[in-house]
């Protein structure tokens, strides 16, 4: 498959200057070059093409190419940032033929170095990324493959069980309906449920009065009370009077009295004597 050329970057402003040649192991300063004079003002564009990443400097106007700067690390030798600011840049020049060249690139802006850092970054940290999936896509090519396939006269068995949805001795119509309680079984609605008492030591037991004949207690040995116009005297009673002493037992029906005359009134009782 034929590969394609990406733009990675483009800046429409870049400042090029031409840099003494480094005397010294330590590495490029900014403050060394004519930095008020820059020597070409170009436009810089970054191209990738597969893992090749290039910078190229172009006229402004004309989009003729200046030269470019082919990057096979970052940071490395083809791109170096100088020690004294983050703005400026040398890149590492070839030409068709193979001779090289040093430039100071610069900008006028700090976020614009700040972008080409992160393009540059971004590419090769894709590459490397690539790289390792080769590489583990190779291994899994030279291991040898496992032989999946079914054999001459192999067969596979699949139980799939049916799940039944009724019980035993209940229909489906039977069945209660989520949410709603089933109905009581039959016979108990017609007949109460007992309830048991919960455990517990037994209840005392209330001892039953003692009811006593009160015609017995009225009759010689309980003591006379006195009778008013409604028998007992503070209250009515409706208790039958017993039979007096002295008093003759009645004949008939309503009795034998002899007159009203004979009705005397003992001084000493409240009792009426007949």
């Known amino acids: 498959m034929e590969s394609y050329e990406r733009i990675l970057l483009v800046k429409p402003e870049v400042f090029i200057y031409k840099i003494p040649p480094r005397t010294t192991a330590r590495g490029y300063r900014a403050a060394d070059w004519t930095l008020d004079k820059p020597d070409w003002t170009?436009?810089?564009?970054?191209?990738?093409?597969?893992?090749?990443?290039?910078?190229?400097?172009?006229?402004?106007?004309?989009?003729e190419l200046f030269g470019e700067c082919p990057v096979d690390s970052y940071p490395g030798s083809a791109v170096e940032s100088v020690t004294d600011s983050s703005r400026y840049f040398v890149l590492r020049i070839q030409d068709p033929s193979g001779r090289s060249a040093f430039l100071g690139l610069g900008y006028g802006d700090r976020s614009d170095s700040f972008d080409m850092n992160v393009c540059l970054q971004d590419h090769f940290?894709?590459?490397?990324?690539?790289?390792?999936?080769?590489?583990?896509?190779a291994d899994i090519d030279n291991k040898p493959k496992l032989d999946l396939a079914f054999k001459e006269g192999q067969m596979i068995k699949i139980n799939i069980g049916k799940k039944s949805?009724?019980?035993?001795?209940?229909?489906?119509?039977?069945?209660?309906?989520?949410?709603?309680?089933?109905p009581p079984?039959?016979?108990?609605?017609?007949?109460?449920?007992?309830?048991?008492?919960?455990?517990?030591?037994?209840?005392p037991v209330r001892p039953q009065p003692q009811h006593t004949d009160l015609t017995s207690k009225l009759s010689g040995d309980t003591p006379n009370f006195p009778?008013?116009?409604?028998g007992i005297?503070?209250?009515?009673?409706?208790?039958?009077?017993?039979?007096?002493?002295?008093?003759?037992?009645?004949?008939?029906?309503?009795?034998?009295f002899a007159s009203s005359t004979n009705m005397q009134k003992d001084a000493n009782s409240s009792w009426l004597n007949f």
């Open 125 to 137: 940290k894709w590459v490397t990324t690539s790289e390792s999936i080769g590489k583990e896509e």
């Open 165 to 182: 949805t009724t019980t035993t001795g209940q229909s489906p119509s039977n069945q209660p309906t989520p949410g709603i309680l089933p």
């Open 227 to 230: 009778v008013g116009e409604s």
């Open 185 to 203: 079984p039959s016979g108990a609605s017609s007949q109460p449920r007992s309830i048991r008492p919960p455990p517990g030591p037994p209840l």
């Open 42 to 63: 170009l436009r810089l564009r970054i191209i990738a093409k597969d893992k090749l990443c290039t910078i190229r400097l172009e006229d402004k106007m004309s989009g």
């Open 233 to 256: 005297s503070g209250g009515k009673s409706s208790l039958p009077m017993g039979p007096q002493q002295g008093v003759p037992p009645a004949s008939g029906e309503w009795g034998n």
